[in-house]
């Protein structure tokens, strides 16, 4: 029995669908003991004939297309030992299929991250330097006093009797506030005539800076804190200090604000944004004086922006930082972090305290005149020594400190995000896709394609079935 077969010189991949066009037919038999899936066909083209540009063939009776696997030469026959080409053979049936795609060369989705390729050693680096929101200098900067407040001074009708009253004051105001405070000729206020009194023995009686209980230096100024400053009359205790240089406090936690655009990966257009996300992108933030720390790239996707949010008690120095994604309503959190942010300025009096010293010395004289009265001659030396020892105790100088140290360091460094790519190697989409993960209908997805589970339902037999569904899980190109 002969049959028609036509035969085609066809390049084409083993895992692809493609068919050939045109061909030449011959009438052919079809070897004893051979079967359709791997047939073997006897072809008389004469001795002068050779098929050796034939490569490919189909069999209409057969409804099947064939790769040639071997020619051989049997006189004036040539045999050809052929394979079914189930892709094509069954183009039509996989084509009209629904399935599910792990990976595709026509289309993907960018946000599934493609584990296909390593990376390359070397990142890429992305560094965002930027000034803080408070930035100044000692003397740009604000000093907060907290100031022991009397409300019997006329003028003053906010602060009460021993509580603490604080104030803005620039460089200009400290400095006159403290030189009132030490100007001995304001001390008559108190009912005491200490013109004839020396410099130290009227210090030794009052101490005015006892009366600033606290002083902070803050990195801001007047327009970042939205006041104005202007010439107060401050009420301290018992002073009425004019021509200082504030303004009384009204809010103690002005906001610092600051953004930076998230910088998309450099791969993350021609790659998908999943470049943007773990283990490619990484984000590190150093910010000055609250630490470094790592934010997690995945709380940046679809963001555009990273906000931080800077509060500081200004009566106090303390520094909170809000570093967050989004919007404030809806914000994702990176970072909630606290810092010393402000300064403590130690304010300071040295004194001797020569009343004291008198007082200590009058007693050890006196002890000592007792003692020798008595009869007791080592008594009085011994209490004659003790009120020496007093006396030189007592007039040695004492100095009245207010305020803990701090560091004006960190507040001169600027702050970094820092954003580190990894870098993929090169991608083949056009040979291995890239991720889908959906259904399809696999004729409307040309290309390269990998299913998985290809449980497909075609009318083939066992064998072809299972080459069908080898080629589906192993990735074929829909062509």
């Known amino acids: 029995m002969s049959f028609e077969v036509r035969f085609y010189s066809f390049s084409k991949k083993e895992n692809s669908t493609a068919v050939p066009s045109g061909g030449t037919s011959y009438q052919c038999q079809i070897k004893r003991d051979s079967g359709i899936i791997n047939p073997t066909i006897l072809l008389n083209i004469g001795l002068t004939g050779a098929p050796a540009g034939w490569n490919y063939a189909y069999i209409p009776s057969f409804s099947r297309y064939y790769f040639i696997r071997e020619w051989i030469n ?35 989705d960018g946000d599934i991250v493609d584990a296909l390729y390593p990376c390359k050693a070397e990142p890429t680096y992305n560094i965002i330097q930027q000034n803080p929101p408070f930035r100044r200098t000692a003397t740009t900067g604000m000093f907060v006093c907290g100031i022991v407040a009397n409300s019997a001074n006329a003028g003053d009708t906010t602060a009460q009797i021993g509580s603490l009253k604080y104030y803005y004051l620039d460089l200009a105001g400290l400095a006159t506030l403290c030189s009132y405070l030490l100007n001995t000729n304001n001390y008559s206020g108190f009912g005491l005539d200490l013109n004839d009194c020396s410099l130290e023995l009227q210090k030794s009686l009052i101490d005015p800076m006892q009366y600033i209980k606290s002083c902070v230096w803050i990195p801001a100024n007047a327009t970042d804190l939205n006041i104005t400053l202007s010439n107060q009359t401050i009420y301290i205790n018992g002073w009425n200090v004019p021509g200082v240089h504030a303004a009384p406090i009204s809010q103690i936690t002005p906001l610092g604000h600051l953004e930076v655009t998230i910088p998309a990966h450099p791969d993350a257009a021609s790659r998908g944004a999943y470049m943007n996300m773990p283990p490619y992108t990484a984000v590190y933030f150093t910010v000055p004086p609250y630490g470094d720390f790592e934010a997690d790239a995945q709380t940046l996707a679809g963001e555009t922006k990273i906000t931080l949010n800077e509060y500081i008690d200004v009566t106090n120095g303390k520094g909170i930082l809000d570093v967050f994604a989004g919007s404030s309503g809806s914000k994702k959190t990176i970072a909630h972090l606290s810092a010393m942010r402000g300064v403590n300025i130690q304010l300071s009096q040295i004194t001797t305290d020569y009343i004291g010293a008198t007082s200590a010395a009058v007693g050890g004289v006196a002890g000592a005149i007792g003692a020798a009265v008595f009869g007791d001659i080592a008594g009085a030396i011994g209490s004659a020594v003790g009120g020496i020892a007093n006396a030189a105790k007592a007039a040695a100088p004492k100095v009245s400190t207010m305020g803990g140290g701090g560091c004006f360091m960190e507040n001169f460094f600027d702050w970094y995000v820092v954003f580190k790519f990894m870098r993929p190697v090169d991608d083949d989409n056009s040979h291995h896709g890239r991720p889908l993960c959906k259904n399809i209908k696999i004729s409307n997805y040309p290309g390269y394609l990998l299913i998985q589970d290809a449980d497909i339902a075609i009318n083939a037999t066992a064998d072809e079935l299972q080459k069908i569904r080898g080629y589906l899980e192993g990735g074929f190109y829909y062509e």
Do not use: F, H, N
């Not at 069954?90 to 795609?101: C, F, N, P």
């Open 74 to 108: 049997e006189g004036p026959l040539w045999s050809a030992s052929m394979q079914c080409d189930v892709l094509a053979s069954y183009k039509a049936a996989i084509g009209g299929s629904t399935l599910y795609a792990l990976r595709s060369s026509y289309s993907y």
